[in-house]
Structure formats: C-alpha cells, structure tokens
C-alpha cells in the first residue's frame, strides 16, 4: 500500500516523495496553481519564469528560442542576453557588471566552452564557475551549471549531458542519497567538502 502525503505526494516506506513521473506532473500542476492564484506582481514573475525554462513535447520556451536565434547568427550578438534571461528566471543573483564580464569571459573563449559543452565535459562548469574569481567577482556554480545546461539542451539538442545546480536540490539529495544508499553520512555530502574538493 502506497503511502500519500497530505499534498497528494506518493512516498515510500522511509517517508521520501517518490522519484516518479506522477509525482513530477503533480508538482508541476502545483507551480502552475500557484502562479495563477498569486498576487499579480509575484504571479507574473512566476509566469515569467515559467514561459522562460518550460520544457513540454508542444512548444519551445523563451530562452530556448534566444538560444537558437543566436547559433544561427553564431552568437554573433555574443552570449549577454542569454545571460541575462538565465539570471532573471532563474535567480541566479547576477549583478548587471557579473553579466557583462560572464558574457565578455564567454565570447572571448566561445569556440573552446561551446566544444567542452557539445562534449559534455563536466569540467567546464567549474571551470566558468571560477573565471568569476578570477575577475574579481565571485565564484557562481549556480550560474555556470545553468548556462552548461541550457546551452547543452537548446543549441546541442542533449537533455541528459548537463543539469542545473540547485541549492535546495542541494540540500535534500543528500538525504536521499543516505536513506538509499547508507553509504555515507548526510553531513558528508554538504557544500565544504564539496566546494574545497572542486576548487583544488
């Protein structure tokens, strides 16, 4: 007998929402939910947001499309309204200056990041992660795993070569990891070690 949480979630015997495509749908309906029944100023962000990352079988999204029209034009324009996209419906928390040296740092190297993405190397995120450094601003895995990823989805056409970091995926994986796995401790799966081991 499956267990159901009060939202309507399936969970399994340790009390986790299952890893399903139902419980993914519903999910998804709730976002949409929410985004309808919020005040107008947060649901047209959200809307916003969603028109923008939204991937189904019937449409391609906002960014996809800015994605597209620049690699047919070979980024030409460079790679700044993209950047710029990812920041807003993603909240990745760019200043306008982050923006514009990512874009600059990106074009100046565009043939080698596009080639490493096309590959999936996942050594490229890190490596876009730390040019923030290096440029006094800050290191931004956040940023670099998005651009990876959607790059990697909407000019190469691969869904499964890169995935978007997220902080709060961040911080409930590990518990999955452990209630599944039992070969580690939460604890050892949070950022410290994470984030020493990857700028060494």
């Excluded at 990512?102 to 490596?127: E, H, M, S, W, Y």
Aim: glycine share 4%; aromatic share 12%; proline share 2%.
């Amino acid at each position: 007998m499956a267990w159901v949480d009060a939202q309507g979630f399936e969970l399994n015997k340790n009390g986790f929402v299952k890893l399903t495509k139902i419980n993914a749908q519903l999910a998804q309906d709730k976002v949409d939910t929410s985004a309808n029944n919020s005040a107008d100023k947060k649901a047209s962000k959200i809307r916003k947001t969603l028109s923008a990352i939204r991937e189904d079988d019937l449409t391609k999204n906002d960014l996809c499309q800015l994605i597209q029209r620049g690699a047919f034009k070979n980024f030409v324009n460079g790679f700044h309204d993209v950047i710029k996209m990812i920041n807003d419906t993603n909240s990745t928390r760019l200043s306008d200056s982050e923006q514009s040296f990512f874009a600059k740092c990106i074009v100046g190297n565009k043939l080698n990041i596009l080639r490493r993405i096309k590959q999936g190397d996942p050594t490229v995120v890190n490596d876009l992660a730390k040019e923030g450094i290096q440029g006094n601003n800050r290191y931004n895995f956040s940023f670099a795993s998005k651009f990876c990823t959607y790059m990697s989805r909407y000019h190469f056409g691969e869904k499964d070569k890169f995935m978007p970091y997220d902080k709060v995926l961040q911080n409930v994986l590990p518990y999955y990891a452990w209630a599944y796995c039992r070969k580690d401790e939460v604890k050892n799966f949070k950022q410290k070690k994470v984030m020493k081991t990857i700028l060494r």
